[in-house]
């Protein structure tokens, strides 16, 4: 059984779990993209993609909707938070 995260809970204090950030950060690698480059298609600093990969911040849905089309990516899967339920 599964649940969707509370979002005010801190991703990073919940074992198991895959958090938005860790996704973010794979798909870009795996893109071929340097921080510094998906800034450059994003059109916001490259500071603005660390936080997002570190989940310090969760970006807005026009910049979520265009990082998935970048990542060729569907933005829930980017997103989306789950924990298993023990």
């Known amino acids: ?5 509370d979002t005010r809970t801190n991703p990073r204090q919940t ?3 895959h958090t938005y ?7 870009r690698e795996q893109a071929g993209l340097t921080q510094e480059g998906l800034a450059r ?3 916001v600093s490259r ?3 660390v936080n ?6 969760e970006p807005k849905v026009l910049l ?3 990082l998935g089309a970048i990542l060729g990516v569907a933005v829930g899967e980017l ?3 789950e924990v298993k339920e023990k």
């Not at 997002?52 to 911040?57: D, L």
């Open 41 to 43: 298609e994003l059109n």
């Open 1 to 5: 059984m599964h649940r969707k995260l």
């Open 47 to 49: 500071q603005t993609v």
């Open 15 to 17: 074992e198991g779990v």
């Open 21 to 27: 950030e860790s996704k973010v950060k794979q798909y």
């Open 52 to 57: 997002i990969e570190r989940g310090t911040n």
């Open 79 to 81: 997103f989306w938070r």
């Open 64 to 66: 979520a909707i265009t």
